[in-house]
């Protein structure tokens, strides 16, 4: 756990002592945390839950059909643009390890990509590394590309760039639940162009994004309960009202709608896989159209407090995550495979 927080501290200062020196938003003050957040998760040896399927994945994986199928079914089918992915690492050089460190290579990329189009980049940079940083450098890593992805279209759609179907397309065959809210690009302008290429993706990949979507909605389904509302949501949905009404004039009417239906969609993302990972998405689109845009004095507060909110409950996550595995093992004997070597506690670099 120690690991962790001298990791979070160095950030925080590596990021804040320049703001003081009055360096606000400049992206050559970003780069070496960067450097820091990528080696911290590529040089990381079987932590975080998925990193044992995906180096399985890596290992097993050849340009072979039967070598695929065999993989693609330990590791659940994974989609075609990660697994093209995956092979041209692997024909790179034959290692896990440096397949893992290619992917934190490739996170980098694409967050370095996002913090040139946002303005508040320091404010953005700390709530990336303090909220998602975790969760999808270190555990849900296909998905954590796909959001990625689309922030980056996203960006590019609203400074009207070109380039936004490139990265939809991308995101789309790295995670199938890109498909979904790829549908929010589409305007009037390029409605028929958007809808048939999208219907071509469908068509092609119906078989895996079929199956893809019927795992997600059987696996982990619960009973719908309305009393699952933990205070973390609360406070969360509580922070972005304060936001929203310090920055009335920036945000509009319609983000108060966006607010309520991301509250809603979290406090439901229990009931199964799908629900969940478009959550991730609502989410992460959601916070960039916020730090896209300059923020005044007392929304920066706000945003300060979310940071560090998000912080504790990452920490606690890590915290706890050795117990609930262990809990999980326990009420599913055959899960310790895949959660073998993962532990959070303590913190191992991949040659300890």
């Known amino acids: 756990m120690i690991s962790y927080y001298i990791f979070y501290?160095?950030?925080f200062i590596s990021i804040l002592l320049p703001q003081l020196a009055g360096k606000r938003n400049n992206l050559n003050y970003l780069v070496f945390p960067l450097i820091i957040s990528i080696l911290f998760a590529g040089l990381r040896g079987n932590v975080g839950t998925d990193t044992f399927a995906y180096k399985t994945f890596f290992n097993i994986i050849n340009y072979n059909l039967?070598?695929?199928r065999l993989a693609s079914g330990i590791t659940f089918s994974f989609e075609p643009g990660f697994t093209i992915y995956t092979l041209i690492i692997k024909s790179i050089f034959n290692s896990d390890q440096f397949y893992i460190f290619s992917l934190s290579l490739l996170y980098g990329f694409l967050f370095y990509m996002i913090l040139k189009k946002v303005k508040e980049k320091d404010l953005y940079f700390l709530f990336y590394i303090s909220t998602y940083y975790i969760m999808l450098d270190f555990?849900?890593?296909r998905i954590g590309i796909a959001l990625l992805l689309i922030g980056n279209a996203y960006l590019l759609m609203l400074n009207k760039e070109k380039g936004v179907l490139s990265y939809l397309f991308l995101a789309i065959f790295t995670h199938y639940t890109s498909l979904i809210v790829s549908f929010?690009?589409?305007?009037?302008k390029n409605f028929f162009l958007y809808l048939f290429l999208f219907a071509i993706i469908f068509l092609i990949a119906f078989s895996f994004i079929y199956t893809k979507f019927l795992t997600y909605l059987q696996v982990q389904t619960?009973?719908?309960?309305?009393?699952k509302i933990n205070n973390g949501l609360i406070i969360e949905f509580s922070l972005l009202l304060f936001l929203f009404n310090k920055n009335k004039d920036i945000y509009g009417r319609k983000f108060f709608i966006i607010i309520l239906m991301y509250f809603i969609f979290k406090w439901f993302n229990y009931l199964n896989d799908f629900i969940d990972?478009?959550?991730?998405?609502?989410?992460f689109i959601l916070y960039l159209y916020i730090f896209r845009e300059k923020q005044s004095v007392k929304a920066k507060y706000v945003i300060y407090m979310l940071i560090f909110f998000n912080l504790y409950r990452t920490l606690m996550f890590i915290n706890y995550s050795d117990a609930a595995m262990a809990k999980l093992n326990l009420q599913q004997p055959g899960s310790n495979l895949l959660f073998?070597?993962?532990s959070y506690l303590p913190y191992k670099f991949f040659w300890e």
């Not at 929010?184 to 009037?188: A, D």
């Open 9 to 11: 501290i160095f950030i």
């Open 66 to 68: 039967d070598s695929y």
């Open 139 to 141: 555990n849900l890593l």
């Open 184 to 188: 929010s690009f589409i305007n009037k």
């Open 222 to 227: 619960a009973v719908l309960d309305l009393s």
């Open 277 to 283: 990972r478009f959550t991730y998405i609502f989410g």
């Open 340 to 342: 073998s070597q993962t």
